[in-house]
């Protein structure tokens, strides 16, 4: 079946650690995205890409970095710059503007500070 | 900058009540809204909204947009426990070909049976 598949749902870090969240989708979309959440609120974006080789800053990205060197992969990585990283991260995927497809969402990574 | 307000932020009610969830907006470029619901995982998507007074359904749930008075509202009648969950109301804004997504902080609903 196509989706979004992000990987580990789980992931501990210690401090001054970077960690690196995976994300694949197989939906053929070209548009990929990094949200955070934190509880209570709503999913603040990170980054974004609309095509290989090309990224964006969304409205949090300090402390992150990605990379899009495949269509299917978008890995997000927490850096020791992040000093707040615990956190509910959701990658989600798009066709771009044009249509009236919405983005559709993996399961999520929840990160924590050991 | 672009903003999304919703309100109740959680709502406990009995099974069979109907509930409606207010989400209004400010934002530049308006495209569409969206509703989403999250139980615990991934947001699923229910509604995208583009035209002012046009209905959407699904079963129980319905929603509509106001572009005059910016909000929408999702309603969802005789409610179950598999209702619970967490909606989240987002905003598209028209931004080259990029799909930018401003979220709410969502409204929290508890179904009791």
């Known amino acids: 079946d196509g989706g979004i598949t992000q990987s580990p749902k789980y992931l501990f870090r210690k401090e001054g650690q970077n960690v690196t969240l995976s994300c694949e989708q197989n939906?053929?979309?070209?548009?990929m995205y990094w949200y955070r959440q934190d509880p209570g609120q709503g999913l603040r974006l990170i980054y974004y890409s609309q095509i290989v080789n090309d990224f964006q800053k969304g409205d949090i990205a300090e402390g992150y970095s990605v990379s899009r060197e495949k269509k299917e992969s978008f890995p997000l990585t927490v850096t020791s710059a992040q000093k707040n990283p615990t956190a509910f991260y959701l990658c989600a995927s798009s066709i771009l503007s044009g249509s009236n497809q919405p983005q559709h969402f993996g399961d999520g990574t929840r990160l924590s500070i050991l | 900058e672009d903003k999304v307000v919703q309100s109740p932020l959680s709502l406990v009610v009995h099974e069979g009540d109907t509930v409606t969830l207010n989400c209004s907006y400010e934002v530049t470029n308006f495209r569409s809204l969206l509703w989403y619901k999250q139980e615990k995982k991934a947001p699923t998507f229910l509604f995208m909204l583009t035209s002012s007074g046009i209905e959407k359904k699904s079963g129980r749930l319905s929603s509509i947009l106001d572009k005059k008075e910016l909000f929408s509202i999702l309603n969802i009648t005789a409610t179950q426990t598999g209702d619970s969950a967490v909606y989240l109301c987002?905003?598209?804004?028209?931004?080259?070909?990029?799909?930018?997504?401003?979220f709410g902080s969502g409204t929290q609903l508890t179904v009791l049976p």
């Open positions: 987002a905003v598209e804004a028209s931004s080259g070909s990029a799909r930018q997504l401003t």
């Open positions: 939906l053929n979309h070209d548009a």
